[in-house]
């Protein structure tokens, strides 16, 4: 909103320092630090109000230290998540930008899903909440709203670089760099990481079995698109089990991502590193530096000892804006690596069951490969103090993180 109002001042009164909002680190700095100042300041107040709402967390004994000091400690705090994101990007961000739109979209929608599975566990007594098939349906859902978006959308193009001869000598000699680029263009490519032609189209999925048939690529892409939301979202939730791991390690994943948002919405830094350049995409920006803010600020009352949970308010969104900004910069395949904190948490809940089923088959008695999962609490049961286990893992995710950036270069 203030974009538009700025825009206006500045080309109809010439108002000074009104063309600094057309600067998208301008605005990135202002959206995070007012995204900050909320959720630490107005923070206080949502947690005191669900604290008055009776609003607390019930602890099942799982036999681990500290934990039934947990209980009755206020959940559902994700809201303070959710505002302190939303109310920078409607303030400061380009509303009709197809990127801000799938975030919003994404923001609320999973928002939603993870609100009623918290009502419903605190309200309702319900410990199980919303029925799985429900959350999956969102889930899914969501993802084929994504994906149609990002396919269909006008805006959602990229441009490739001219390789030739008179392009290599004008890169030498010319300071118009969008000359080296090609006219945009609907592309369903996206990147693999330490590959040196690391360029990945869809439609090859689809190709064998004639041109004909690469319109309908689509609907492998949009497939894609619905496992990547849902494992992710499903990872950061299964990650969010002690204090502040899932929004310590959620806010260095996404600031690596906005690394990749500036990178490849910035048509010179593109023509550097030589990665695709994805126009319109820079705005990413702004929504990646409010939700950093936002994680950051809940970390106040979020680290050990909390005084506050985000609940499957804060999780589940957590882990849909995260799949949906991996997908926009086209960086899905380096997940594995960037989110590598979700991903082994949901390994070793997979491995832990799969492995149980299979000895109770065998043997006629479980067996288990972790002395419990998600595998913080393994490290939990070997006696290792929560707050220990957050700050390692957050080292590990920094490792992940700077390890997904430097794949820019190496391939």
């Given amino acids: 909103m203030l974009y538009y109002l700025f825009e206006f001042l500045e080309k109809h009164y010439e108002l000074a320092g009104a063309g600094l909002f057309q600067y998208i680190s301008f605005r990135s700095a202002l959206a995070f630090v007012f995204s900050l100042l909320f959720s ?24 681990l230290e500290g934990q039934k000091e947990k209980a009755g400690t206020p959940t559902m705090g994700g809201i303070i998540i959710i505002l302190a994101t939303l109310l ?9 930008n197809i990127y801000i739109i799938i975030l919003l979209v994404t923001t609320l929608w999973m928002g ?86 690391n360029e990945f189209d869809y439609s090859v999925f689809v190709t064998w079995l004639g041109e004909d048939f690469k319109k309908y690529s689509w609907i492998i892409f949009v497939f894609i698109v619905v496992f990547i939301i ?39 830094f593109s023509n550097y590193l030589n990665v695709m350049y994805i126009p319109y995409s820079g705005e990413m920006t702004i929504f990646i530096s409010a939700f950093v803010g936002g994680l950051v600020g809940f970390l106040w009352y979020n680290t050990y000892p909390a005084q506050v949970f985000m609940g499957d308010t804060g999780s589940l969104t957590i882990g849909g804006i995260i799949a949906v900004l991996a997908i926009s910069v086209r960086k899905e395949f380096l997940l594995p690596i960037l989110a590598g904190i979700f991903f082994a948490e949901t390994l070793s809940v997979m491995l832990q069951v799969s492995y149980f089923k299979y000895t ?18 393994h490290f939990q049961k070997k006696g290792y103090h929560e707050s220990k286990i957050v700050a390692r893992f957050w080292i590990i995710g920094i490792m992940l993180a700077v390890l ?8």
Avoid at 230 to 248: K, Q, R
Avoid at 404 to 411: A, E, F, G, M
């Fill in 230 to 268: 849902t494992g992710v979202s499903n990872g950061a939730n299964l990650t969010d089990g002690i204090d502040g791991l899932a929004a310590g390690s959620s806010a260095i994943i996404v600031t690596a991502l906005g690394v990749f948002a500036w990178i490849s919405g910035n048509i010179i």
């Fill in 360 to 377: 109770r088959k065998k043997y006629g008695e479980g067996r288990r490969i972790f002395l419990m999962s998600p595998l913080h609490h």
């Fill in 40 to 63: 630490t300041i107005f923070g206080r107040r949502i947690i005191d109000k669900l604290r008055s709402l009776q609003i607390g967390e019930s602890v099942r004994d799982l036999g």
């Fill in 112 to 197: 939603l899903i993870g609100f009623l599975d918290d009502y419903i566990k605190v309200f309702k007594k319900d410990k199980d909440g919303l029925k799985g098939r429900f959350k999956i349906l969102g889930q899914v859902s969501l993802g084929i709203f994504v994906g149609c978006m990002l396919y269909f959308s006008p805006q959602v193009v990229v441009k490739e670089k001219i390789e030739s001869a008179q392009v290599v000598q004008a890169d030498l000699q010319t300071t118009n760099v969008s000359e080296l680029f090609g006219k945009e263009q609907k592309s369903l490519k996206t990147t693999i990481p330490f590959v040196k032609n």
């Fill in 404 to 411: 997904s950036i430097i794949t820019l270069k190496v391939r």
């Fill in 88 to 96: 920078p990007v409607l303030l400061v961000a380009k509303l009709d």
